[in-house]
């Protein structure tokens, strides 16, 4: 059974997903909505173990194939540990990520035949899907400004601008392909994003975010 929402958080470095996060997650606990934040990869113990091979260890080379395995292997503890419990719980699962950083960076960014990788996300997701992707648009070098400039740091973000640009063009192709993902401009000030989505949810899910919320009421957490 499957009550809750999900809510996934995409976009290039530096969009400001993670601020956006927390000042939905503020929102969220206004309202008495019982939910829970996670970022990917990770959300688990597992999860975060990979995250720290895929994103931390700048000395090892690895095949698109090999990174792509390694987050799919990830996503699939993160949906039946944390994402499907909560959504039967009746929660509201906001992500920062999920399978449209996939098709964005190891598809369009790496080169990846992106049927395959639809395949393969399939089978970590166990045919779970977000109700709604909110992809913060931003040109890459305001996004690199944003965190210090071309060059630092983790793995993938060493790829540099080029890259960088691809993913932005990936997402901005996928949002005209799924239905469910809405592109919000992420050049304003976090306060004038944050509003934006807040518009969205309340328009694409009135009885949920509207002032009064869920009736159950309970605490955000966050997933490791
Ligand atoms: N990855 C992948 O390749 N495939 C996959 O399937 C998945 C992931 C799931 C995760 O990195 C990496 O994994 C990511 C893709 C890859 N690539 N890289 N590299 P991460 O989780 O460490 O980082 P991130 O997701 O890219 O987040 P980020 O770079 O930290 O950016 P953000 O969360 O979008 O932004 P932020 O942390 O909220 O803000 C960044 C800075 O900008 C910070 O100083 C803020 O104070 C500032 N900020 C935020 N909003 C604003 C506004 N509106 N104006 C001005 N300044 C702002």
Redesign the pocket.
């Known amino acids: 059974m499957r009550n809750g929402l999900f809510i996934v958080l995409e976009?290039?470095?530096?969009?400001?997903?993670?601020?956006?996060a927390s000042l939905l997650s503020a929102w969220f606990e206004s309202l008495g909505l019982p939910h829970t934040v996670a970022?990917?990869?990770g959300g688990t113990p597992v999860g975060e173990a990979i995250r720290r091979v895929?994103?931390d260890r700048g000395d090892l080379t690895m095949p698109p194939e090999t990174?792509l395995f390694l987050?799919l292997g990830a996503?699939a503890a993160f949906v039946r540990d944390v994402v499907r419990p909560a959504l039967e719980d009746g929660q509201v699962v906001l992500a920062?990520?999920?399978?449209l950083?996939?098709f964005a960076?190891?598809g369009y960014?790496r080169g990846l035949d992106l049927d395959r990788v639809r395949r393969a996300n399939e089978m970590a997701t166990g045919g779970v899907r977000p109700d709604l992707y909110l992809v913060?648009d931003l040109p890459v070098e305001a996004?690199l400004e944003?965190?210090g400039g071309v060059g630092g740091?983790?793995?993938?973000?060493r790829e540099g601008a080029s890259f960088l640009s691809r993913v932005r063009e990936g997402y901005r192709t996928l949002v005209k392909e799924v239905p469910t993902a809405r592109l919000v401009a992420?050049?304003?000030?976090?306060a004038?994003?944050q509003d934006s989505l807040r518009r969205i949810l309340q328009e694409d899910f009135p009885e949920t975010f509207s002032v009064k919320g869920f009736s159950k009421r309970g605490t955000g957490s966050r997933s490791p």
């Open positions: 976009g290039v470095e530096g969009a400001g997903k993670s601020t956006q970022r990917e990869p895929v994103l990174e987050i996503r920062d990520r999920f399978d950083s996939t960076y190891q960014g913060l996004g944003r965190k740091g983790d793995r993938i973000e992420a050049h304003g000030s976090p004038e994003v």
